[in-house]
């Protein structure tokens, strides 16, 4: 079964938290929430998610694929985390999935991640950080080998699609769309 890391940080936005979360739920992913402290974690609009674990708790399991909700400041608070810098380093080394949405591509491209590949973000998001590195593209959701961004709360159903198709295939990907009603 493939497994996914959401990690939560107070301030993320729960839209896409739990779209994410939901839809990879929906495919039969493994889906473990740990948030970055003990405890319920506070959305951007106030909306309270009960992470299953913490990220201490998780930190030596192997997962397919570690996807970051955006948000604010829950985007900052999750690049300001050494712990979430040194997974993303360690999973992209590895030829592991790494994804963000909406503010979090900012993590990535911290982290070193996004270097020398295609990527997308909310509108601004990255303009207080040096994108010299990287192709930016203004599409809902942008695919560079395993590493997978999108643009923000309304692209969070298309991007969590793309990851059950990266993870499972086209099959079981369409087959969630169309419980859904999605309509591309």
């Known amino acids: 079964m493939a497994s996914v890391l959401v990690p939560l940080a107070n301030g993320c936005e729960e839209l896409e938290a739990v779209t994410i979360i939901d839809l990879l739920v929906r495919a039969g992913?493994?889906?473990?929430?740990?948030?970055?402290?003990?405890?319920?974690?506070?959305?951007?609009?106030?909306v309270v998610i009960t992470p299953v674990t913490t990220l201490?708790?998780?930190l030596e399991r192997e997962f397919d694929m570690i996807v970051l909700p955006g948000g604010l400041p829950g985007a900052?608070?999750?690049n300001e985390d050494p712990r979430i810098h040194t997974l993303l380093k360690?999973?992209?080394?590895?030829g592991r999935y790494t994804a963000a949405l909406?503010?979090?591509?900012?993590?990535?491209?911290?982290?070193?991640?996004?270097?020398g590949r295609r990527a997308t973000s909310y509108p601004g998001s990255l303009n207080d950080?040096?994108?010299?590195?990287?192709?930016?593209?203004?599409?809902t959701v942008v695919q560079d080998g395993k590493v997978i961004t999108s643009r923000g709360p309304g692209?969070?159903?298309?991007?969590?699609?793309?990851l059950i198709?990266?993870?499972?295939?086209?099959?079981?990907?369409?087959e969630v769309a169309k419980g859904l009603l999605f309509q591309e």
Do not use: Q
């Not at 360690?90 to 590895?94: L, N, V």
């Not at 950080?129 to 599409?139: F, G, K, L, P």
């Not at 692209?155 to 793309?162: E, N, P, V, Y």
């Open 155 to 162: 692209t969070a159903m298309a991007f969590a699609l793309t």
């Open 76 to 78: 900052n608070h999750l």
């Open 56 to 58: 201490d708790e998780v």
């Open 29 to 46: 992913v493994e889906v473990v929430s740990a948030g970055l402290t003990a405890g319920p974690v506070t959305c951007s609009r106030g």
């Open 129 to 139: 950080m040096d994108t010299s590195a990287i192709d930016y593209r203004e599409e």
């Open 102 to 115: 909406c503010a979090a591509p900012r993590v990535l491209l911290s982290a070193g991640v996004l270097d």
């Open 165 to 174: 198709e990266n993870l499972l295939g086209r099959a079981k990907r369409d």
């Open 90 to 94: 360690k999973m992209a080394a590895e």
